[in-house]
C-alpha cells in the first residue's frame, strides 16, 4: 500500500510541474538590438531605400495595439500612439541633427515612426521574440541625405520601452 501511494504522489508531482506555466523566458521589458541596416541601389547607382532589421523579445508579449487601441495614451498624438518609433540623423558641417520634414506643418522632425499590430499569443506562455524589417526611403519627401544613422525604439503597452538604438553610420548615394 505505501509503495501505491508513493507511486501517487510521485505521479501528482509531476502532474503538477507539467501544469504550471512557464516562467517568462525574457524579461518583461521589452528588448530590441538592430541586427543590421542595408542600403538597397535601384540598379541606376543610386540608392533607393535602407532594410533597418531588428530582433526583438518581450516576456509578457505586450507588443503591439489594435486598430481600437485609440484612448489615451494610445490616442494620436499620444504617448502610445506610435510603439515603433524611428529617427533618421542627418551630417551635416560634422554634426549629427534630426532633418525637418518638409511636409510637416507646423515643421517637425523627419521620423519614420511604425504602429506596429497585437502580436500577442493565445496560449498560456506569452513571451515572444521575432525579427523585425522596417523599409525607409533613401530620398525621404524629396531630401537626399548623403550620410545618414537611424534611432530606434520599441515600446509596449505598458509603455515600457528597450531603450534608444543607434545603427551605424551610413553612406547613400543619389
Not at 501544469?19 to 533607393?48: H, T, W
Not at 506562455?125 to 521575432?130: N, P, Q, T
Request: with cysteine; aromatic share 10%; net charge positive.
Amino acid at each position: 500500500m505505501s509503495q501505491t501511494l508513493l507511486k501517487i504522489s510521485v505521479i501528482l508531482t509531476v502532474v503538477l510541474f507539467a501544469c504550471r506555466p512557464d516562467k517568462n523566458k525574457f524579461s518583461e521589458v521589452p528588448f530590441l538590438q538592430i541586427k543590421g541596416a542595408y542600403i538597397y541601389n535601384n540598379g541606376f547607382d543610386k540608392d533607393s531605400f535602407i532594410a533597418l532589421v531588428m530582433h526583438y523579445r518581450d516576456g509578457d508579449g505586450d507588443i503591439g495595439l489594435d486598430p481600437g487601441d485609440t484612448a489615451s495614451p494610445f490616442n494620436y498624438g499620444g504617448q502610445g500612439f506610435y510603439n515603433l518609433k524611428i529617427w533618421m540623423l542627418q551630417k551635416v558641417n560634422g554634426k549629427w541633427i534630426k532633418p525637418i520634414n518638409p511636409l510637416s506643418n507646423p515643421p517637425d522632425t523627419l521620423n519614420f515612426h511604425e504602429r506596429i499590430p497585437r502580436i500577442t499569443p493565445t496560449g498560456r506562455v506569452k513571451w515572444i521574440e521575432g525579427d523585425l524589417t522596417v523599409n525607409i526611403p533613401a530620398e525621404p519627401f524629396g531630401l537626399k541625405p548623403d550620410t545618414v544613422k537611424l534611432q530606434v525604439l520599441l515600446m509596449d503597452r505598458k509603455l515600457q520601452n528597450s531603450g534608444l538604438l543607434e545603427s551605424e553610420r551610413l553612406v547613400l548615394k543619389h
